[in-house]
T-cell receptor, first 117, second 112 residues
Framework: DAGITQSPRHKVTETGTPVTLRCHQT?????MYWYRQDPGHGLRLIHY???????DKGEVSDGYSVSRSKTEDFLLTLESATSSQTSVYFC????????????????FGPGTRLTVL | DAKTTQPTSMDCAEGRAANLPCNHS???????VYWYRQIHSQGPQYIIH???NNETNEMASLIITEDRKSSTLILPHATLRDTAVYYC?????????????FGTGTRLTIIP
């Protein structure tokens, strides 16, 4: 398995509290992603990063912010958690192909189950 | 990225070949076909990808029709551990465009 860890793995919090999820990689991959997974929706991209301090929004970014101060860590923050943010959150990493190769599969972490009461 | 259509669920007997179809009729010439799977409660796992030629690796084979409007993922000898949700994704590859768009996939159940 790729060296990706997520912390915490499970969290229960209350509406209105701030929450930060951490994704840590040991692969030195340039790209990192945060997805959420909900029943009936598959995985949806929240934010992604293409380098240190370089981030961009995905399709469901409202209510979330991210930071990447070093290659190995990508943080997802819910400034004020809401019940609609109860979900399973997955981090992924990838490395663009080199020498003209476009081969760049994404490796996923084990997920964080977040419950907002 | 082009939209894909997959059956909601399929069953396959253990030891037989599992053939998972995917329609991507609006695929454009520079879009690749990717397959991932997700075993219960785990993160998705890359299986295989291709552009227009058939591809094979240690996990599966990918057959893409000549017009590229559909493809089939083949697991040659399915085992119980292959029970998972399988996602077919089409996407453009290139630096700065790494996003995956997951649909709801096909839930494959391997029957003992």
């Amino acid at each position: 398995d790729a060296g990706i860890t997520q912390s915490p793995r499970h969290k229960v919090t209350e509406t209105g509290t701030p929450v930060t999820l951490r994704c840590h990689q040991t692969e030195n991959h340039r790209y990192m992603y945060w997805y959420r997974q909900d029943p009936g929706h598959g995985l949806r991209l929240i934010h992604y990063s293409y380098g240190v301090k370089d981030t961009d929004k995905g399709e469901v970014s409202d209510g979330y912010s991210v930071s990447r101060s070093k290659t190995e860590d990508f943080l997802l923050t819910l400034e004020s958690a809401t019940s609609s943010q109860t979900s399973v959150y997955f981090c992924a990493i990838s490395e663009p192909g080199t020498s003209g190769s476009l081969y760049n599969e994404q490796f996923f972490g084990p997920g964080t189950r977040l419950t907002v009461l | 990225d082009a939209k894909t259509t997959q059956p909601t669920s399929m069953d396959c007997a253990e030891g037989r070949a599992a053939n998972l179809p995917c329609n991507h009729s609006t695929i454009s010439g520079n879009e690749y076909v990717y397959w991932y799977r997700q075993i219960h409660s785990q993160g998705p796992q890359y299986i295989i990808h291709g552009l227009k030629n058939n591809e094979t690796n240690e996990m599966a084979s990918l057959i893409i029709t000549e017009d590229r409007k559909s493809s089939t993922l083949i697991l040659p000898h399915a085992t119980l551990r292959d029970t998972a949700v399988y996602y077919c994704i089409v996407r453009v590859l290139g630096f700065g465009n790494e996003k995956l768009t997951f649909g709801t996939g096909t839930r494959l159940t391997i029957i003992p």
